[in-house]
């Protein structure tokens, strides 16, 4: 099978239930920007530098979003009952989410001024997720409430406050001192 179809030549795209739309439509950027922010939480893990932990919790971060972006390219939400893998964007996730930044945030020292992105290749990364990860939830919040499962929303919002606390982590644990605003 060749990578490319030249189905989207015309700037057009399929959604998984068949739809064709065009390329700018908001669902279609809404997805892409999912798409991005797991990408850009791939550039962290590369960056190296990351303790097992935050690599593995990475890991799992990527396939969630790859769920949550089949979520978003399915309007009619069957996806779920047809590929078991795209439902991982639950209540019980974002509870372990949760416990995530609540860990995290118990090895840091509180916070008590704004700070400046930066850090290390890996902080500093983590630091442009959380933006994407802002992005894409304004987005899947443009598509309105009846577009999207809540739990995608609350996801993404929680998910933006676990990247802001991983990359506070991955410079303190590796001694980089954070900058102040």
């Known amino acids: 099978?060749?990578?490319y179809t030249k189905t989207g030549d015309a700037g057009e795209t399929s959604l998984f239930d068949g739809t064709r739309v065009g390329k700018d439509d908001a669902r279609v950027a809404a997805y892409g920007d999912v798409d991005e922010l797991q990408a850009s939480i791939g550039v962290a893990l590369a960056a190296g530098g990351l303790a097992e932990?935050?690599?593995?919790?990475?890991?799992g971060l990527q396939r969630d979003l790859f769920a949550l972006g089949a979520q978003l390219a399915d309007p009619r939400h069957k996806i779920a009952?047809?590929?078991?893998?795209?439902?991982?964007?639950?209540?019980?996730?974002?509870?372990?989410?949760?416990?995530?930044?609540?860990?995290?945030?118990a090895e840091l020292p509180p916070l008590r001024h704004f700070i400046l992105a930066g850090g290390t290749p890996a902080g500093a990364a983590l630091h442009l997720s959380r933006t994407v990860c802002r992005?894409?939830?304004?987005?899947?919040?443009?598509?309105?409430?009846?577009?999207?499962?809540?739990?995608i929303r609350t996801y993404l919002?929680?998910?933006?406050?676990?990247?802001?606390?991983?990359?506070?982590?991955?410079?303190?644990?590796?001694?980089v001192p954070e900058t102040k605003w």
């Open 1 to 3: 099978m060749k990578i």
């Open 81 to 105: 009952a047809r590929v078991t893998k795209a439902s991982a964007i639950s209540d019980e996730r974002i509870a372990e989410l949760e416990q995530w930044i609540d860990r995290l945030e």
């Open 53 to 59: 932990d935050l690599a593995g919790l990475i890991v």
């Open 135 to 151: 992005r894409a939830e304004r987005h899947v919040i443009g598509l309105g409430a009846d577009a999207t499962e809540p739990v």
């Open 157 to 175: 919002n929680r998910l933006s406050d676990l990247l802001f606390v991983m990359a506070r982590a991955a410079n303190h644990r590796a001694g």
